[in-house]
């Protein structure tokens, strides 16, 4: 009899972890956004760049970041349903005390699907070329398995 009630807890646990599993890896597609910022207030190269754009990839909904000193620039690529682009800018400010400061903002337009029907000089583009893709810049991120096992042992 015991046998069967602990068979019954573990199948069910099985049943959990796997419906846990699936639930989480049904995402929302990412919505991405692209900005060039200029920012002003770097004094070097090796240590402003590469703290600010540290930052920036530490923030929640940031995908990339490249900050370059020598065009005092930043270049982000971000998810719109996680962060906006005004948390992006505040994000830049407040980084050393005020340090730097927003010059310039630019939103580039971001498609996910490209056209891969052929205009008069790309006609002799190669079939085969992967930037005449039709598949949408979705992401998909598999669920942290540690903690669900973790969550069902405790």
Known sequence: MKRQAIKRINMKKLLFLFLSIFLMSCEAPVETA??????????????????IQKKLSKT?????????????????VFDKNKVSKEE????????ADGQYKVTSVEEEKQND???????????????????????????YQLPNIFSLLNSLLN
């Open 34 to 51: 692209s900005l060039n910022i200029g920012v002003e207030g770097m004094s070097c190269s090796h240590s402003c760049a590469p703290y």
């Open 60 to 76: 929640v909904g940031v995908l990339n970041a490249e900050v370059t000193f020598e065009n005092k620039e930043a270049k982000v």
């Open 88 to 95: 992006i800018i505040k994000t830049i400010q407040t980084i």
């Open 113 to 139: 699907i490209e056209s891969t029907e052929p205009t008069g000089d790309e006609s002799s583009l190669n079939e085969f070329d992967i930037s005449n893709s039709e598949v949408s810049s979705s992401s």
